[in-house]
């Protein structure tokens, strides 16, 4: 069962405005006077990197989350990531300070995802696109944090499918 994962109202404005604007309009419109003020064409290639840093980005952000046999994927162009079943311990909707020092992973323009630290929470792992749609997973390596479109729906799915046994967790928060 799969739960895609768009990104968010300021996610969208951010990636739009800054990611694609000024991250390639920008360079393509300054290329563009150089080569006219120059008359050298060769410097109409100067956004292709820009264009090839937001293609590798978008391919790291979280595209939505699939429920497998085994486990929760994670999934994404690039790097996919499976959460097994068994290692799933609970999860919620209850809203936890999220983000902070020591980030190995990257806060960009499609979503965020990776390895975060704070005081509050400790070490927890983020794939999301959307902060107003966020499904707390506790698991055996800690805190994992995703945000798919329906939240609720993606959390009565889950339940459904852990193993006998685990543990009666809440969907919704107060």
Do not use: C
């Not at 965020?112 to 390596?141: M, Q």
């Not at 339940?159 to 009666?168: C, E, H, I, K, S």
């Amino acid at each position: 069962m799969h739960f895609p994962a768009s990104l968010g109202r300021k996610q969208r404005l951010l990636a739009g405005v800054i990611g694609i604007g000024l991250g390639f309009g920008l360079p393509f419109l300054l290329s563009v006077a150089m080569v006219a003020a120059s008359g050298e064409l060769s410097l109409l290639i100067m956004p292709l990197p820009f264009l090839g840093a937001l293609w590798v980005i978008q391919g790291l952000a979280p595209s939505g989350y699939t429920l497998e046999a085994e486990g929760v994927r994670i999934e994404r162009r690039w790097v996919r990531r499976l959460i097994p079943y068994d290692g799933i311990l609970g999860g919620d909707r209850r809203r936890r300070p999220i983000g902070g020092l020591l980030a190995t992973g990257a806060n960009n323009l499609f979503g965020s995802h990776g390895t975060r630290w704070n005081p509050r929470v400790g070490w927890h792992y983020l794939a999301i696109t959307d902060t107003d749609h966020l499904v707390f997973l506790e698991t055996r390596g800690g805190l994992v944090v995703l945000s798919p479109n329906d939240p609720d729906a993606f959390l009565s799915a889950l339940r459904a499918r852990l193993p006998a046994g685990a543990p009666a967790w809440p969907t919704r928060s107060s």
